[in-house]
Nanobody, 123 residues
């Protein structure tokens, strides 16, 4: 059984930073492509960033490019999302997701999900 657990969310002022973590247990972490998505209540789930199994490939949504960085540490079974220059529009529940294939930006292609962590940016 695969489990994904996010942490690191919270309340931050606009312009501040947060780092989200996603710890994965179960099947070897290095076999999963990973991604971050976010969702505001009443809206569709939005792609944020994805990373391939080795970390060599990344794709970042245009809305956060230049501010957010995705990374992974396969030795620690953990993925990260470094979020800088946060804006009020970044307020959402952030989810990590995993799939046993290549990295992709479509949420419906991901098989495993965490429970989500709330990020609130105050202006």
């Amino acid at each position: 059984q695969v489990q994904l657990v996010e942490s690191g969310g919270g309340l931050v002022q606009a312009g501040g930073s947060l780092r989200l973590s996603c710890a994965v247990s179960g099947r070897p972490f290095s076999t999963y492509a990973m991604a971050w998505f976010r969702q505001v209540s009443g809206s569709e789930r939005e792609f944020v960033a994805t990373i391939g199994t080795t970390g060599d490939f990344t794709n970042i949504a245009d809305s956060v490019k230049g501010r957010f960085t995705i990374s992974r540490d396969n030795a620690k079974n953990t993925m990260y999302l470094q979020m800088n220059s946060l804006k009020s529009d970044d307020t959402a529940v952030y989810y990590c997701a995993a799939r046993l294939a290549w990295a992709t930006s479509e949420w419906w292609n991901y098989e495993y999900w965490g429970q989500g962590t709330q990020v609130t940016v105050s202006s």
